[in-house]
């Protein structure tokens, strides 16, 4: 781990002034994911801020009817609220299939947000990578592809996005809210929150370098059943091969997103209008413009079973 300078924000604004003023600085909070790319030496931030004190750690309900989630509101505190137990389901589950019992304790709402992939060849500093080290190539092409994007994917970049909770607060139409360092807020839709790789893989979310979350609202409760399903290699502690949020009416009706097949929670709303007619038909519409290797074409079938699980689970 390279060496690196340290302060504590006493506020906001404090942050992203020390933000601007510091070239190479990052925002740190439980730092599961951070400190992990820092001691691998992928990500070498010369100053970080501590913001865990900034008072981010609050749920409060909005005028709107919905819930505002302090940006370091961690991960088990998210899941165990009532309220969000009891509107939205599909987001307690998600958090609870992520990770370990010890890492959610420590784990924050905006962190989760901005994990960066488990690719291994991301991980891997001997092998090509242009999320990584922009212009580089990707060795995850035409190598061991079983954990890697099927659609939504590029020539530059087949990573996948490996966050449970942002999948959950995609078929949520969650918002982000954020603080830049000239004092500007803004409100950022989750469905562009998170960037497709295009030519820029290294550019994964519309944040700018100074940028700070504050919250993720959510709207109003959308009713219906929420479910949650999570494919993965072993029973706990694993990333997604698949996952599947969605919520369900009474008619048939509902949303839903998909995980672990793209560059970020993957949702489309033309989709959402196929689900009456079975998992078939709207896995046909989020899966059109798939682009499988021979390791992971198999998710296509998965996606359809367990869409086909989760709407069967959701009408009983």
């Given at each position: 781990?390279k060496a690196?300078?340290?302060?504590r924000?006493?506020?906001?604004?404090e942050a992203?002034?020390?933000?601007?003023?510091?070239?190479?600085a990052?925002f740190?909070?439980?730092?599961t994911?951070?400190?992990?790319?820092?001691?691998?030496?992928i990500?070498?931030p010369s100053?970080?801020?501590?913001?865990?004190?900034?008072?981010?750690d609050?749920?409060?309900?909005t005028p709107e009817?919905?819930?505002?989630?302090?940006?370091?509101v961690?991960n088990t505190d998210?899941?165990?609220d009532?309220?969000v137990r009891?509107?939205?389901?599909v987001?307690?589950r998600?958090l609870?299939?992520?990770?370990s019992?010890?890492l959610?304790?420590?784990?924050?709402?905006a962190?989760n947000?901005?994990q960066?992939t488990?690719?291994?060849?991301?991980y891997?500093t001997?092998?090509?990578?242009?999320?990584?080290?922009?212009?580089?190539?990707?060795a995850?092409?035409g190598?061991?592809?079983?954990?890697?994007?099927?659609?939504g994917?590029?020539?530059?970049?087949?990573a996948?996005n490996?966050?449970?909770?942002?999948?959950?607060?995609?078929?949520?139409?969650a918002?982000?809210?954020?603080?830049?360092?000239?004092?500007?807020r803004?409100?950022?839709a989750?469905?562009?929150?998170?960037?497709?790789p295009?030519?820029?893989?290294?550019?994964?979310t519309?944040?700018t370098?100074n940028?700070?979350?504050?919250?993720?609202?959510?709207?109003?409760?959308?009713?219906?059943?929420?479910?949650?399903?999570?494919?993965?290699?072993?029973?706990?502690?694993?990333?997604?091969?698949?996952?599947?949020?969605a919520?369900?009416q009474?008619d048939?009706?509902?949303?839903?997103?998909v995980?672990?097949?793209?560059?970020?929670p993957?949702r489309?709303?033309?989709?959402?209008?196929?689900?009456?007619?079975?998992?078939?038909?709207?896995?046909?519409?989020l899966?059109?413009?798939a682009k499988?290797?021979?390791?992971?074409a198999?998710k296509?079938?998965?996606?359809?079973?367990?869409?086909?699980a989760?709407?069967t689970?959701?009408?009983?």
């Amino acid at each position: 781990m390279k060496a690196f300078t340290y302060e504590r924000a006493a506020s906001p604004s404090e942050a992203v002034a020390a933000a601007a003023r510091t070239p190479g600085a990052r925002f740190i909070a439980g730092g599961t994911n951070l400190l992990d790319l820092m001691k691998l030496e992928i990500e070498t931030p010369s100053h970080l801020i501590d913001v865990n004190g900034l008072g981010f750690d609050r749920i409060e309900p909005t005028p709107e009817g919905g819930l505002r989630i302090g940006a370091m509101v961690r991960n088990t505190d998210l899941a165990a609220d009532a309220r969000v137990r009891r509107d939205y389901g599909v987001l307690s589950r998600a958090l609870l299939a992520g990770a370990s019992g010890q890492l959610r304790n420590k784990a924050t709402t905006a962190g989760n947000l901005l994990q960066r992939t488990r690719c291994p060849y991301f991980y891997d500093t001997y092998q090509a990578c242009n999320k990584r080290q922009p212009g580089s190539g990707c060795a995850a092409i035409g190598g061991v592809t079983r954990q890697h994007a099927v659609v939504g994917s590029s020539d530059a970049c087949i990573a996948t996005n490996p966050s449970d909770m942002a999948v959950a607060m995609r078929v949520l139409d969650a918002s982000v809210e954020t603080l830049r360092a000239d004092g500007t807020r803004r409100t950022i839709a989750i469905a562009d929150f998170h960037r497709l790789p295009g030519n820029t893989p290294d550019i994964e979310t519309a944040m700018t370098h100074n940028e700070l979350i504050t919250a993720v609202t959510l709207p109003a409760p959308a009713g219906g059943r929420h479910v949650y399903q999570k494919v993965r290699d072993r029973a706990s502690y694993a990333f997604a091969l698949v996952s599947v949020a969605a919520i369900v009416q009474r008619d048939g009706t509902g949303r839903v997103a998909v995980g672990g097949v793209a560059h970020k929670p993957w949702r489309m709303e033309a989709a959402d209008r196929e689900l009456p007619r079975g998992a078939r038909a709207a896995a046909a519409v989020l899966l059109a413009d798939a682009k499988p290797t021979e390791h992971n074409a198999f998710k296509l079938t998965l996606v359809e079973r367990t869409l086909d699980a989760v709407l069967t689970d959701a009408r009983n």
